[in-house]
């Protein structure tokens, strides 16, 4: 029996490259996205080539009701989950200045960058710690934060804070969950050319070339999509609450 994979916002840009690695791993993957199924049903179809099951759910990850009834529907169809990726998130539908950022906008973001990542990690996580252990460990959960939780941009400061709160929930669920055979870790992208980034590609093409990344070059989702395949696997059995950086070699401090 294949291990079955959750990944959210798993229809398009690094959330479907993802999907695709998991698929080409051999995991059943289960596909959720806030959309009809009808919008990615021919993105969805070339999992067909993988061999293995498939099905797309839509699904309010910041909703109460639309996770809980969309978690129920995957085990009933899969039969469990073995490995989440928490990568649906969104940004902000206008970039302001700190002192102009409305609330109406902080809570939009939040409420699904953070909100929704927490409590469907914790209703998958109680589901998880049901299941019997499948080789070397019960789970893995996996959690696409952002170079933003650690670098300022003050025109998006809800999208800054949003991804700062999916640190600290990989760290608290991987100090929980440890003891159940749980791990639990956080990827940060850096700047990835997916339609997210499309409106500022002007801007970080200038910064490439002006050498703020010591890695010259987008990012690209299937840089995303690798580092999530290995910790899903069975290569980091003694980490947990950890964070890798995809992010060209942004992350390091220069003077």
Aim: glycine residues 10%; contains cysteine; neutral net charge.
């Amino acid at each position: 029996m294949n291990k079955t994979a959750i990944i959210t916002g798993g229809g398009r840009g690094i959330g479907w490259a993802i999907t695709e690695k998991l698929a080409q791993d051999g995991y059943d993957t289960a596909v959720l996205g806030s959309s009809d199924p009808a919008r990615y049903s021919k993105t969805i179809e070339q999992l067909e080539k993988y061999g293995i099951k498939y099905k797309y759910y839509k699904c309010d990850i910041g909703n109460r009701e639309s996770r809980e009834t969309t978690i129920r529907a995957v085990v009933r169809d899969f039969g469990g989950i073995h490995v989440l990726v928490n990568n649906a998130g969104v940004a902000p539908e206008k970039r302001m200045d700190l002192l102009e950022m409305t609330e109406e906008s902080y809570d939009r973001v939040v409420s699904i960058n953070a909100k929704g990542t927490l409590f469907f990690t914790q209703a998958v996580a109680r589901q998880m710690c049901t299941q019997e252990i499948i080789g070397s460990k019960r789970g893995t959960i996996i959690n696409i934060s952002s170079c933003s939780a650690e670098v300022v941009s003050r025109s998006r400061g809800e999208y800054c804070i949003s991804k700062a709160g999916i640190s600290m929930i990989t760290k608290l669920f991987a100090e929980r969950l440890a003891g159940d055979g749980i791990l639990v870790h956080e990827v940060r992208p850096g700047i990835i050319s997916t339609d997210m980034t499309s409106a500022v590609k002007d801007k970080y093409d200038r910064l490439i070339r002006e050498g703020c990344f010591p890695i010259a070059r987008w990012g690209k989702p299937e840089d995303v999509a690798n580092a999530v395949s290995a910790l899903a696997g069975d290569g980091f059995l003694y980490t947990t609450g950890n964070y890798i950086d995809i992010d060209g070699g942004y992350h390091i401090k220069t003077l």
